[in-house]
């Protein structure tokens, strides 16, 4: 693959960041994923906006306009010849000695990588995932999407060693959102139910573009936050994410969520959002 870093683009192999770079030693970094499909990206002015404001609420100095930004976007794609999968971009705040406090002159390392996935034609969509629930055990600003991933690895890890695929975090007897994705459930009555944004969750791109597409779809929308009790109770249950679009999630805790099968409204928010976001897609 060939790389970016911090201006250059590279083969992977010969891709270099300082042992000294404060995402590495503190995790000092912010990220973004976008999907490409077909070569275009899905909800890139979404991601960008997102990325400025990671950028904004740590105070690392935003190294690119939103002109670079997606010039360099489209770039990688091109380079790699990339139809289907995503990019990874992530801006620390560079190499300086160790040292706890911020640095006063911060120069922000840049990376971005590709990864070829299948997203439309990802099998799970077809069959939806199984989950556990495990405590929350996060920092308290995941509004902010930071690269400190240990815990979110450390809970899927623990699903999938439990036979699950992921995990719902739960904190105060809540679900807060997946390991990686925003959760939904679809009560009995065919409400949409997903938790309000605040820094308990990341603002989710996707999640934004589902919700805009159920309003519009007139599925009644309610953001509050669900108990892991009524979600095993609910008639469907899903996760959305940049690479998973929508995801039907059919078993919470070993129980089959409603029929235990991809439910309609989870189905027909997937197909909304394919077909809205291909359209959209730049
Ligand atoms: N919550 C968390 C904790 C995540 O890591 C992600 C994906 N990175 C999401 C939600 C979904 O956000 P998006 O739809 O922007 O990918």
Do not use: C
């Not at 620390?92 to 971005?112: C, H, Q």
């Not at 929350?136 to 902010?144: A, P, V």
């Amino acid at each position: 693959r060939i790389v970016y870093v911090n201006g250059e683009w590279l083969p992977e192999s010969e891709a270099k960041v300082s042992v000294f770079d404060r995402g590495f030693l503190f995790a000092d970094a912010v990220y973004e994923v976008t999907a490409v499909i077909g070569g275009k990206l899905i909800d890139f002015p979404g991601h960008a906006a997102r990325l400025k404001r990671s950028l904004g609420e740590l105070k690392i100095p935003a190294p690119l306009d939103a002109d670079s930004l997606l010039d360099i976007h489209r770039q990688i794609v091109m380079r790699n010849k990339l139809d289907e999968g995503l990019i990874y971009l992530q801006i620390s705040r560079g190499p300086a000695d160790r040292d706890f406090e911020f640095p006063k002159n911060p120069v922000p390392t840049i990376t971005l990588f590709t990864q070829a996935k299948a997203i439309l034609a990802n099998p799970k969509a077809e069959t939806g995932i199984s989950v556990i629930t495990m405590p929350d055990l996060r920092w308290d600003r995941r509004d902010i999407k930071t690269v400190q991933l240990l815990y979110p690895s450390i809970a899927k890890t623990e699903a999938t060693h439990k036979g699950a695929d992921d995990a719902w975090l739960v904190e105060d007897g809540y679900v807060t959102e997946g390991s990686s994705s925003n959760a939904y459930i679809v009560t009995n009555e065919g409400r949409l139910i997903t938790r309000s944004l605040s820094t308990a969750i990341l603002p989710g791109i996707t999640r934004a573009s589902v919700l805009d597409l159920a309003r519009g779809a007139g599925i009644p929308v309610e953001e509050r936050a669900f108990t892991p009790e009524e979600a095993r109770q609910a008639a469907e249950a899903f996760s959305t994410s940049a690479t998973g679009f929508v995801m039907p999630v059919t078993r919470i805790d070993g129980a089959p969520v409603g029929t235990g099968k991809p439910g309609a409204i989870t189905e027909r928010l997937r197909a909304a959002y394919i077909e809205d976001r291909l359209a959209n897609a730049i």
